[in-house]
């Protein structure tokens, strides 16, 4: 089994930034697809952000480019999302996923839902004044 594990939600002021960590045990890290969703009040899950198992290939959703930098973390097992610029709007739950992926090409990233084959619980990150 492969568990997941977020950290680093919080409530910021708008414009501040707030780090997350997603922590993975189980399989082998590096061989996983990883990604962020998010989902606010009301609203659907959406693709945040995603990182290929190399790590050579990262992917935004148009809403959080260029204020939010998925990386993977030096230990393997983690992957982190840096957001800058936190607006109202970027309040919702944030889930780490994973996908096992068997290509080759070291690029892939997907933004569906539907092919990540584990999650997180989410942690909350709410920016209000």
């Known amino acids: 089994q492969v568990d997941l594990r977020e950290f680093g939600g919080g409530l910021v002021q708008p414009g501040a930034s707030l780090r997350l960590e997603c922590v993975a045990t189980?399989?082998?890290?590096?061989?996983?697809?990883m990604a962020w969703f998010r989902q606010g009040p009301g609203k659907e899950r959406e693709f945040a952000a995603g990182?290929?198992?190399?790590?050579?290939?990262?992917l935004y959703g148009d809403s959080v480019k260029g204020r939010f930098t998925i990386s993977r973390g030096e230990a393997k097992n983690t992957v982190h999302l840096q957001m800058n610029s936190l607006r109202a709007e970027d309040t919702a739950v944030y889930y780490c996923?994973?996908?096992?992926?068997?290509?080759?090409?070291?690029?892939?990233?997907?933004?569906?839902?539907?092919?990540?084959?584990?999650w997180g619980k989410g942690t909350q990150v709410t920016v209000s004044s």
């Open positions: 996923a994973a996908n096992i992926c068997s290509c080759t090409s070291g690029t892939y990233i997907s933004t569906r839902e539907s092919k990540y084959d584990y």
């Open positions: 189980g399989r082998p890290f590096s061989t996983y697809t």
């Open positions: 990182i290929s198992w190399t790590g050579d290939n990262t």
